[in-house]
Structures are given as structure tokens and as C-alpha cells.
């Protein structure tokens, strides 16, 4: 046996560790969000009962292996050196493709990623077979692969996210009528039989999607069930209601019940059938290795691909474990999950997307239709409704993105119309229906008021987009690397492989820039008494301000020596510092929620504060911007005279924003008056540095007018930066002030 084919098995045992761990960093908010966005419990409680989930499902998903092994392609038309090369470039491109959404922080399916990769990875194969063999041409294609198998995908895509999104709404409305939310009188009445509903889906879906494969359900009651699902559904209600109205009457939270059996069956089903993905692959190649070694030969067609698959218990034992670790450490997963929990939040806070064409048009006309049927509503009738929908005040919400009708909801629509869609054998995704699901009941609930819409209908058609840019990039990715390996050999091989570790490292290192801006922002969010949350946004405030005189002064150097490398890394930091000090500026009413203790004068001031900063960090931006197009545009330079001007006047900012920094450190605002003074130098610097160009453009009109255009630039949004840093430095030590006399 070729030691190329030993090598490639010894790689994808690698990629599958990386495509377990890539994968569930992605799926892992499909089963935790309810939990999690309800706070049903502590963290670390739900993700035990997650991994408890995970550990079963794994242990049963042996029987989904054919799908990687034979459901997309007839493995008796390709031989084994063909058939390993496609499964290593099906497996190269969907780590890098999944890394990839992780790092955006887009939850996508793992299912579609696979099949599509597979479909690309199996069109380049057979395409490389028919320029091989003159017998064949590309009609014959279809003997290679099985078409339907993609149509049924897409078709399956687009229905479930239209009926997941319905029925989450649906659902949502419905429950948001009987309870409201001030839910616990009528809930103490209706609760049970309406978890009940809950729970009998949950049962359901745990029982004949998660096991399904498993064999620990005997096939006749599988039979009987799946030709009567109304039927057993029924049962199942009628049974979880009545325990559920005896644990109820017992003193227990029975919606905690069912939110946490929902994240366990979700986990179960996940794991299950969702395994799949990320090992199938690297065991088929396993297995084909097997077969052509018994064979004795590395030219033998791989018709054994086709017999059942059994994975090994200890190779499904290690996968679970990992995926638990993965589901326990990952950063990646909880940045997924941010994306989900912020288009669903009760709550308003800094939106992660921005406004396009198509949700404001979107916005309008929902308005529209909603002022339309309001009038057509008796208006006793409306109001009602409204009082329903009425949120609570803001002395009685909790931190969490939502309550736990609305999580009951989630768990309830999702694994109902899983179960059924699995019942009629239709390939629905989780990731597809999970989130489709809580977008329509965050919907439904009023989640998405009119400050709100336009920026969640963004996120969603963002996330929505890509799950067809995933099938379209896992399939040409897919092509692509096969085509390689299989025209290249071992040297693409071992070229690619290099390449996808280079690659699945640099996205998870961090700059040491990156590092210190984390560790920044973390003190706020670790913040919980009203003191702790005051001194983190006075070290907020210190930190931003030494980050812009670093890149002040690092972007003036850079001019001088037209250093282009520099200059981009310093217009994507100060990109980065003026998007945090925007989003602590539209964060502003949740900090103010949280001092607590602060009186009006003590939130006047830090209001100041935050809008001086974040104009700070705006003046900068109009200096790093304009600094990088000129040398990347490979325009002519500063001349002699205008840099030794910027020289003077960057001299003169660096002495002022020390002794400004200092003052922040050091809570000792002393020398306002001389920072005053200062600043009144600089100004007047900064008139002489701007005589001095009109008079060399009067006496020299062929110079620059690019470079003069971007040395007046660089001159007036100083001014502006320095100007807003000293009125911040001002309502700083006022702030401090009032709070100090508390």
C-alpha cells in the first residue's frame, strides 16, 4: 500500500478532530439557545445536560454513516486512489468553509456543508475520470452522481425555513394570548397541559429522530408509530400532562422541566444524526483503505462502499468526548451564539448588523399592513391584544434575552415539526428549522419593535443568505481542492494540507492588539455591583484614549516613511476603536441601567463622556483613512516642509494626550488649566502650519493637491480630536466628581 494513502487517512483523522470541532462551535446554539437565552439555569448546568445529550446521541449514530459513504455518489464508479482524493478535498474545503462562518459568528448547516461538498468533490472526481477515458463523455455524468439527492436538499431548505418561521409565530402569538407576559396566574391553570404539548414533542422527536438509528427502539413499534403520529403524539400529551400537573401541584417549575428535556433531546438528536458530518468521511476513507488493502490492490473499484457501515464503539466513544470539550471551551460557539441571541433579545441593545434597502422597505410595508388591520379591529378588540403583549416594567425584567414561555416555544416548534418532517422522510436541517423557529417567535413576542426591525431583518436575511452561499461555497471549494489533489498528487497533498493548517491557525491567533481589546472590554462585562461597572467604564475610557495616541502617532510616522503596511493595520484598529466606542455610545441605556446608584448628574456627565469619546475616535478615523488611500494609491508623498509642519504639531498632540492620559490614570485633574494652555499652542500651531501651505500653494501652484488636500486634513481633524479629548477629559473629572460625593 502506497504510504501517500497511509498519510491521507493519518490526515483526515486530523480533519475530523478539526471538523468536530469546527462543527459544533456552529451547531451547538441549534440545542442551547432556549436554555440559554431563558437562563433556565446556571450555564454550566445546561451544558452538562447538553454533553449527557451528546454522549447518547454519539453512541447511536452508527447507522447515518451511509449517508457520507454512498448518498450522494455511486462509490462503485470510482477506484480507490479516485475515491481517497475525493474525500480528502470534500474534507479540506468544509473545515476551512465552517471555520469560516464560526469566525463571523453565522450559524450554517452541517449537513448541507457535507452534502454539497461531497456533490463537488464527486463532480471533480468524475470529471477527471471522463477526460481520462474517451468511452465516457459528460452525459454520462449522471452515472456518477446521484443529481436528485441536491434538488431534495434545496427544495427541503426553502420549506423548512418558510414553515419553521410560520410556525414559530404561530405558536408564539397563541402562547404570548393565554399567559402574557405576567404568565403565572393563568399559567398555575393552563401550565401543565400546555408543557404537556411541549414535552410530548420533545418525547417524540427524542425518541424517533435522536434514537432512530440507534436499534434500541424495536423496528415494529417504529412501524406502528411512524403510521400513526397523530395518534402517539396524543398519548404522549396526555401522559406528560398529567405527571407534569402532579409535579406542578408538587411545588416544581415545570416549564425548567421542559426547557432542559428539550436541550437534552435537541443534543441527542444533534449528536445522533448530525455526527455524521464531521467523522463519515474520514471513516469512509478509513474503510476504503480496508477494502483495498484486503484487495491487495490500489486499482480496485470501490463497490464495497455501498454495504452497510458500522463505526467502531470506541472511535464514537472519542468523537463524543470531543465534541463535549469542544461544547465546553470553545469561544468560537459562544460568538455563534451571540449572533442568534441578539436578533431574538426582549431586550434593546447595540444591534450587530446594520440597515440595507430591503429591511427598511420591509419595515415600511409591514407598518402599512399593521395600521391596515388595526383598523379593522374593533378597538376594545386591540387593545385587549395589546395588553397581552404588554412587557414588563424594567424593575421587573431579568438579564435574560427572554422568558421561558417564549423558550418552551423555541423547543416546542422546532422538535414538533422535526419530528414530523422525519416521520415523512423529509431531509430537514436543525440549523434551519431551530432558527427559523426563534426568529418567528421573537417575531410574534414584539422582540422586533420599530427601533429594533430593520437591523434584526438584516441579521436574519444575512444568516438566511448564507446558508445558499454555504451550499455553493462547500460545493465549488470542494471541486476545487479535489481537482487539485487529483491533477497534483502528493505534492498538492501535502501543499494543501499546509495550507488548511496555516489557515484554520491564523483565524484562531490573536494580535497582541486583539488581545489587549478583549482584556479591555471584559471588566464591564465581568462588572455587577454598581462600583464595579463605574470603575470599568473609567479603565474603558483610559484604555481608548492610549490607543488613539498609539495610533495618532504611529499614522503620522507612517506618512512620512509612506509606509502602506502600517497604515492599513492602523485604519483597522482605529476602525475597531471607533465601532466600540459607537457601540458603548448606543449601549449607553443599558451601563445607565446599571449604575444604579448614580443620580441624574452622575449619568448626565458619563453621557458626555461617552459621546466625546466616540467623536475622538471619530476625528482619527478621518485622519487614518484618507493617510492610507493617498499611499495606497501610490500618490505623491508630503513634501519636506509639510512634514517637518507635522512633525511640530505631532510633537505638540503627543505632550497634550500624555498629560491628558496621566490625568485619567491618575483621577488627579490638576493640570486642566495647563492642558487648556496647551491646547491653545497647538491651535495656534496648527493656524501657522496651514499659512505656511496656502503660501506654498501661492507660491508654488504645480505641487500636490493630493498631498496638500491630505496634509489640511490631517491638520483640522487634529484640531477636532484634540478639542473633543479635552472636553472629555473635562466631563470625566466631572463625572468623577458626582459620583465621588455619593
Not at 425584567?397 to 414561555?405: E, G, L
Not at 455591583?529 to 467604564?537: G, K
Amino acid at each position: 500500500m502506497s504510504p501517500l494513502f497511509i498519510a491521507i487517512v493519518v490526515i483526515m483523522a486530523v480533519l475530523a478532530i478539526l471538523g468536530i470541532v469546527v462543527g459544533v462551535a456552529n451547531d451547538a446554539i441549534n440545542f442551547l439557545n432556549s436554555a440559554i437565552g431563558s437562563k433556565v439555569a446556571p450555564r454550566r448546568v445546561i451544558l452538562w445536560i447538553a454533553a449527557a445529550g451528546i454522549l447518547i446521541g454519539t453512541l447511536t449514530s452508527s447507522g447515518m454513516m451511509e449517508v457520507a459513504r454512498s448518498g450522494v455518489f455511486y462509490p462503485g464508479q470510482f477506484s480507490f486512489s479516485e475515491i481517497m482524493m475525493l474525500f480528502l478535498g470534500m474534507m479540506l474545503g468544509n473545515v476551512l468553509l465552517l471555520d469560516l462562518y464560526n469566525t463571523l459568528g453565522l450559524p450554517t448547516s452541517t449537513t448541507v456543508s457535507m452534502v454539497f461538498g461531497l456533490l463537488g468533490a464527486a463532480v471533480a472526481t468524475a470529471l477527471f475520470r471522463i477526460a481520462a477515458d474517451p468511452s465516457f463523455s459528460l452525459h454520462d455524468l449522471s452515472q456518477f452522481i446521484n443529481t436528485g439527492k441536491a434538488m431534495v436538499i434545496i427544495a427541503a431548505i426553502l420549506v423548512s425555513v418558510v414553515f419553521a418561521f410560520a410556525a414559530g409565530t404561530l405558536f408564539m402569538y397563541i402562547s404570548r394570548l393565554i399567559f402574557s407576559f405576567r404568565y403565572h396566574p393563568a399559567f398555575r391553570r393552563w401550565g401543565a397541559f400546555w408543557c404537556g404539548i411541549s414535552l410530548s414533542g420533545i418525547l417524540y422527536f427524542a425518541l424517533f429522530k435522536g434514537l432512530k438509528s440507534s436499534g434500541l427502539i424495536p423496528s415494529d413499534i417504529t412501524q406502528y408509530v411512524g403510521e400513526h403520529v397523530l395518534l402517539t403524539l396524543f398519548a404522549f400529551w396526555a401522559a406528560a400532562s398529567l405527571i407534569l400537573w402532579i409535579l406542578q401541584r408538587m411545588r416544581f417549575n415545570i416549564m425548567r422541566i421542559t426547557i432542559l428535556s428539550g436541550t437534552f433531546a435537541l443534543a441527542l438528536a444533534f449528536a445522533g444524526n448530525d455526527l455524521v458530518n464531521f467523522i463519515g468521511v474520514p471513516m469512509a476513507s478509513y474503510d476504503a483503505l480496508q477494502i483495498a488493502r484486503d484487495a491487495g490492490s490500489e486499482s480496485i473499484m470501490m463497490d464495497g462502499l455501498a454495504n452497510p457501515a458500522r463505526a467502531n464503539f470506541l472511535i464514537l466513544l472519542a468523537s463524543g468526548l470531543i465534541m463535549v470539550l469542544t461544547l465546553f471551551f470553545s469561544k468560537k460557539s459562544r460568538h455563534v451564539a451571540e449572533t442568534e441571541l441578539s436578533l431574538a433579545s426582549q431586550h434593546e441593545e447595540s444591534e450587530r448588523f446594520g440597515s440595507t434597502y430591503v429591511s427598511r422597505s420591509l419595515v415600511r410595508a409591514t407598518l402599512l399592513l399593521n395600521n391596515l388591520w388595526s383598523g379593522m379591529i374593533p378597538a376594545r378588540v386591540q387593545k385587549a391584544i395589546d395588553r397581552r403583549f404588554e412587557p414588563l416594567p424594567a424593575e421587573e425584567r431579568t438579564t435574560a434575552q427572554y422568558d421561558m414561555i417564549r423558550a418552551v416555544v423555541n423547543l416546542t416548534a422546532a422538535s414538533i415539526l422535526i419530528a414530523i418532517g422525519t416521520s415523512y422522510k423529509l431531509p430537514l436541517s436543525t440549523t434551519y428549522v431551530v432558527f427559523m423557529v426563534a426568529m418567528g417567535s421573537s417575531l410574534a413576542d414584539r422582540s422586533w419593535g420599530r427601533d429594533s426591525a430593520v437591523y434584526r431583518i438584516t441579521g436574519v436575511m444575512a444568516v438566511i443568505s448564507g446558508w445558499f452561499i454555504t451550499a455553493l461555497g462547500g460545493f465549488l471549494i470542494a471541486l476545487a481542492t479535489t481537482a487539485l489533489l487529483l491533477w497534483g498528487g502528493w505534492i498538492a497533498v501535502a501543499a494543501l494540507t499546509v495550507l488548511c493548517a496555516w489557515l484554520l491557525v491564523r483565524s484562531h491567533r490573536k494580535t497582541p492588539e486583539e488581545k489587549e481589546a478583549e482584556a479591555a472590554r471584559q471588566p464591564l462585562d465581568d462588572a455587577g455591583t454598581p462600583d464595579e461597572v463605574m470603575h470599568a467604564c473609567i479603565g474603558e475610557v483610559c484604555t481608548t484614549m492610549q490607543e488613539v495616541t498609539r495610533i495618532y502617532n504611529r499614522t503620522l510616522v507612517a506618512v512620512f516613511k509612506e509606509n502602506r503596511k502600517v497604515l492599513k493595520e492602523m485604519v483597522q484598529t482605529s476602525d475597531k476603536l471607533f465601532t466600540e466606542a459607537r457601540d458603548r455610545k448606543y449601549g449607553i441605556v443599558t451601563t445607565l441601567r446599571r449604575l444604579q446608584e448614580c443620580d441624574i448628574n452622575t449619568g448626565h456627565f458619563y453621557v458626555q463622556v461617552t459621546d466625546y469619546l466616540s467623536e475622538v475616535t471619530k476625528a482619527l478615523i478621518h485622519i487614518t483613512r484618507p493617510a492610507f488611500e493617498h499611499i495606497d494609491n501610490n500618490h505623491k508623498g508630503l513634501s519636506k516642509e509639510q512634514i517637518v509642519d507635522l512633525m511640530r504639531v505631532n510633537d505638540e498632540v503627543e505632550a497634550i494626550f500624555d498629560k491628558i492620559n496621566d490625568m485619567l490614570s491618575s483621577e488627579n485633574f490638576a493640570d486642566l488649566d495647563l492642558v487648556l494652555e496647551m491646547r491653545d499652542r497647538l491651535f495656534d500651531t496648527i493656524v501657522g502650519a496651514i499659512k505656511n501651505q496656502l503660501r506654498r500653494i501661492h507660491e508654488d501652484p504645480s505641487g500636490s493637491t493630493r498631498a496638500s488636500v491630505l496634509y489640511l486634513t490631517i491638520l483640522n481633524e487634529t484640531k477636532t480630536m484634540v478639542l473633543q479629548a479635552r472636553n472629555l477629559l473635562k466631563s470625566q473629572r466631572y463625572f468623577l466628581d458626582v459620583a465621588g460625593q455619593k
